[in-house]
C-alpha cells in the first residue's frame, strides 16, 4: 500500500490512516500525493519556539477531552477516545487525530509585559519628583539644625513683667487738700475698709473751693478702673455729705475726665483710664446733699475707701 507524507510535520502516513501518528494532522485520503511541505494548513495551528515542538490542533471541530491512555499489549495504545490500537511510538492516534499521551507539553514561554511610551513617561516623572522630594526633605533638615544652632536669645528689654490680669495698684502715698478732720485723716483712703476720710465740705462750698485727692503709685500703670466706696451704714451715709461730680487727672492724660457718682451706700465702679500713670489727681466738684435721719444731719462729706486698678505699663528700656 501507498504511504503518504504528512504536509505539517513531513512524517510517513501509510495510506490507510486518516490521522498523521506524530502531529495528529487530518490526511484525506482524496487528496493527491505530495512533496512534503512545511506550510501549515488555514485551519491547523502550529507553535514553536527556539526548536521546540508544541501540539497542533484543528479549528475544524472542538477538541476532543482525552480519557486515560491504555495499552493493549506490548507494541500497541489504545485510543481514549475512540479506543483504536496504535502502534506505541505514535503519539496521536492515526484514526481520529487524538493525543494518546498524557504527560503535559511543552508551554510556550509568556511574552515580556511591554510598556508604552506614554507609561515609561509618567514611571519617569514619578521619579523624578520623588528625588526631588528626598533631597528637599535632607536640605531642610540640615538648614533647620544649622539655622537652631547658630540662633542666640536675646536678653529680655522690658524693665516689668508682662501682665495682662488688672489687680488692684499699689498706692505709695496719698495726698488730700483740705488734709482731713482729726482722725478721719487722707491716709484712710488706702488703710483698708471702715476707715474713713472726711473734710467740713459745706465750709469749702462756702469759700467755693473744692476737695482734691492725689494717689501715687511705685511705678507707671496702665489703669483701667477705679473702685469707690461710701459709707456702707445706710443710716450715717444719708447724715453725711457723699460725694457726686468728680474731675479725673493723671500725668499722662491730655484732658479732664468727667464722672458722676450714683447716690449709693458702699462700693461702685469709676470707669476711668490712664497709660504710664505715676499718679492720678480726683477733684470733687459736687455732692449729694445730707439729709436729717432720727434728728441728725452733718456738715461733713465722708469717703470710705479709694481703690484703683490696673496693671503695670509695657516700658522700654533705652
Known sequence: MVSRTCE????????????????????????????PSRRPSPNVISVTSDGTNYEEFSLDQPPVEPGPTRTTNGDNIECP??????????????????????????????????????????????????VVILVALVFNVFDGNQTASSTTVASPTTSTPAQTENNPIEVIRVDCDPVGLG?????????????????????????????????????????????????????RFSQNHRARGLLLNSDNQVSEWVWELENTPGLQIIDYAALEAT????????????????????????????????????????
Open 81 to 130: 477516545s475512540c479506543h483504536t490500537p496504535n502502534p506505541a511510538t505514535n503519539l496521536h492516534c492515526q484514526n481520529c487525530g487524538a493525543r494518546l499521551r498524557q504527560g503535559p507539553l511543552p508551554t510556550a514561554p509568556r511574552p515580556a509585559v511591554q510598556a508604552t511610551a506614554g507609561v515609561r513617561a509618567a514611571l519617569a516623572i514619578s521619579g523624578l519628583l520623588l
Open 8 to 35: 505539517q510535520c513531513g512524517s510517513t502516513v501509510a495510506a490507510d490512516e486518516q490521522f498523521c501518528p506524530q502531529c495528529g494532522a487530518f490526511m484525506d485520503p482524496l487528496a493527491p500525493t505530495r512533496a
Open 279 to 318: 499718679w492720678i489727681e480726683i477733684t470733687i466738684t459736687s455732692t449729694h446733699r445730707a439729709e436729717v435721719s432720727e434728728g441728725n444731719v452733718f456738715s461733713e462729706i465722708a469717703i470710705d475707701e479709694i481703690i484703683p486698678w490696673g496693671r503695670p505699663a509695657l516700658t522700654t528700656e533705652g
Open 183 to 235: 482722725s478721719f485723716a487722707c491716709s484712710n483712703l488706702i488703710a483698708g475698709e471702715g476707715s474713713e476720710f472726711q473734710v467740713n465740705w459745706e465750709e469749702l462750698e462756702a469759700a467755693n473751693e473744692t476737695l482734691t485727692i492725689t494717689l501715687y503709685f511705685r511705678e507707671p500703670m496702665t489703669v483701667s478702673f477705679i473702685e469707690w466706696s461710701n459709707i456702707s451704714d445706710q443710716l
